[in-house]
């Protein structure tokens, strides 16, 4: 059996079209790849499970390692992260007791449409725009003398030959719908653009501190520099930093900004109230409110679009699919009395919108229809 007809198979399974026959087979190859879905409970602690996984997997990588079959290893993972993706869904579906999905529901998404990618316009100071995705690797534009490079991995960067002497100017990085970009800004901070947001900042910093405004989502490591704070103003609101990992998510169409923090420190603030984050917190700030409340963050979850992951943990329709309609530039339209039931589970970013919307409905309380580029959500 080649891969492909294991993956294809595997799908079959999860759709409960898989014979008794099948399901042998399957489990056969599975363990070619040292795969057993057995020693995962049928229900159970989410986090218990999660430590499970990953347990799993260290094991699996290292038998590899050590049998040396680096075709294996590549191949093996492809199946694991595959394997682990369904295998999550169906453990946290079935423990919230969601129904099973009908072979009619799987009917009704015709039309298939492509996962987002690198995308991203750069607006130079002087307004002109540069499309990045298609631009060529190396020298972009020389600002004074600031170089702008788009590296090999994809990436921009900014180079000066003479810091000091550089004209100040600023810079607007763009993704659309669909489309996320990575930066590094010139003082070595690096910058993670989610779809559907912005980023304005100088093409070099300088004065008593470095700061930039954001739109949409962002997630930063920033440089340390303990004589220059770092400081990120969004929709409203201020983050400010010496050194250290964070998310800040301020869409306008969400009903909260957040900010939540990885490793190092923050203070953020609004006009009328501030609060200081801890690693593992994450600050939460209602619409039309200046109350901030600070919670425990569930960091596998808020980084989960930087890793390439759509995880949802009791997490609403409407706002997941506020998601989908970033990531696979669609617009999303509902029937008239849906209920907002809440989902859990994982799934990679860079499969078809047909995938994402076939787990959700395996859950048999909602159903989806595509057509162009248009999501109708259905009961």
Same mark, same amino acid.
């Given at each position: 059996?080649?891969?492909?007809?294991?993956?294809?198979?595997?799908?079959?399974?999860?759709?409960?079209?898989?014979?008794?026959?099948?399901?042998?087979?399957?489990?056969?190859?599975?363990?070619?790849?040292?795969?057993?879905?057995?020693?995962?409970?049928?229900?159970?602690?989410?986090?218990?499970?999660?430590?499970?996984?990953?347990?799993?997997?260290?094991?699996?990588?290292?038998?590899?390692?050590?049998?040396?079959?680096?075709?294996?290893?590549?191949?093996?993972?492809?199946?694991?992260?595959?394997?682990?993706?369904?295998?999550?869904?169906?453990?946290?579906?079935?423990?919230?007791?969601?129904?099973?999905?009908?072979?009619?529901?799987?009917?009704?998404?015709?039309?298939?449409?492509?996962?987002?990618?690198?995308?991203?316009?750069?607006?130079?100071?002087?307004?002109?725009?540069?499309?990045?995705?298609?631009?060529?690797?190396?020298?972009?534009?020389?600002?004074?003398?600031?170089?702008?490079?788009?590296?090999?991995?994809?990436?921009?960067?900014?180079?000066?030959?003479?810091?000091?002497?550089?004209?100040?100017?600023?810079?607007?990085?763009?993704?659309?719908?669909?489309?996320?970009?990575?930066?590094?800004?010139?003082?070595?901070?690096?910058?993670?653009?989610?779809?559907?947001?912005?980023?304005?900042?100088?093409?070099?910093?300088?004065?008593?501190?470095?700061?930039?405004?954001?739109?949409?989502?962002?997630?930063?490591?920033?440089?340390?520099?303990?004589?220059?704070?770092?400081? *990120?103003?969004? #929709?409203?609101?201020?983050?400010? &930093? =010496?050194?250290?990992?964070? /998310?800040?998510?301020?869409? @306008? %169409?969400?009903?909260?900004?957040?900010?939540?923090?990885?490793?190092?420190?923050?203070?953020?603030?609004?006009?009328?109230?501030? *609060?200081?984050? #801890?690693?593992?917190?994450?600050? &939460? =700030?209602?619409?039309?409110? /200046?109350?901030?409340?600070? @919670? %425990?963050?569930?960091?596998?979850?808020?980084?989960?679009?930087?890793?390439?992951?759509?995880?949802?943990?009791?997490?609403?329709?409407?706002?997941?699919?506020?998601?989908?309609?970033?990531?696979?530039?669609?617009?999303?339209?509902?029937?008239?009395?849906?209920?907002?039931?809440?989902?859990?589970?994982?799934?990679?970013?860079?499969?078809?919108?047909?995938?994402?919307?076939?787990?959700?409905?395996?859950?048999?309380?909602?159903?989806?229809?595509?057509?162009?580029?248009?999501?109708?959500?259905?009961?």
């Amino acid at each position: 059996m080649t891969t492909q007809e294991y993956i294809e198979l595997y799908e079959k399974l999860c759709a409960g079209k898989c014979t008794s026959e099948e399901k042998d087979l399957l489990d056969q190859y599975s363990k070619q790849f040292l795969i057993n879905e057995q020693w995962l409970p049928a229900m159970g602690d989410e986090v218990e499970v999660e430590a499970r996984i990953r347990e799993r997997i260290n094991q699996s990588i290292h038998q590899l390692k050590v049998r040396k079959l680096r075709t294996a290893w590549w191949t093996a993972a492809a199946v694991i992260l595959l394997g682990i993706s369904t295998v999550v869904w169906r453990i946290l579906n079935s423990a919230i007791k969601h129904p099973q999905i009908s072979v009619a529901s799987h009917q009704v998404i015709k039309h298939d449409i492509a996962p987002g990618g690198t995308k991203a316009v750069l607006t130079l100071a002087n307004g002109v725009k540069v499309i990045l995705d298609s631009a060529k690797n190396g020298l972009i534009t020389t600002q004074g003398n600031i170089k702008i490079m788009k590296l090999a991995n994809g990436q921009l960067a900014y180079r000066s030959t003479n810091a000091d002497s550089a004209a100040v100017t600023n810079n607007t990085m763009t993704t659309p719908k669909g489309g996320k970009y990575d930066l590094t800004l010139s003082d070595g901070t690096k910058v993670f653009l989610n779809a559907e947001s912005s980023i304005t900042y100088p093409t070099r910093f300088s004065g008593k501190n470095r700061k930039v405004s954001i739109t949409g989502e962002a997630y930063f490591e920033v440089a340390k520099n303990p004589k220059m704070p770092f400081i *990120v103003l969004a #929709n409203g609101t201020e983050t400010q &930093v =010496l050194g250290t990992h964070f /998310d800040i998510m301020a869409y @306008q %169409d969400e009903p909260f900004i957040k900010a939540t923090l990885l490793e190092g420190s923050i203070n953020f603030r609004t006009p009328h109230s501030e *609060v200081h984050l #801890n690693p593992g917190q994450q600050a &939460v =700030l209602p619409e039309f409110s /200046d109350r901030i409340s600070v @919670q %425990d963050a569930n960091m596998e979850v808020a980084l989960s679009w930087k890793n390439g992951y759509f995880i949802f943990q009791d997490e609403d329709l409407h706002s997941i699919m506020r998601k989908v309609a970033r990531w696979y530039d669609v617009e999303v339209v509902y029937d008239a009395g849906l209920k907002n039931l809440s989902y859990g589970g994982s799934i990679s970013q860079y499969k078809n919108i047909s995938d994402l919307l076939k787990v959700l409905q395996s859950t048999g309380t909602v159903h989806f229809k595509v057509e162009e580029r248009r999501v109708i959500v259905m009961k």
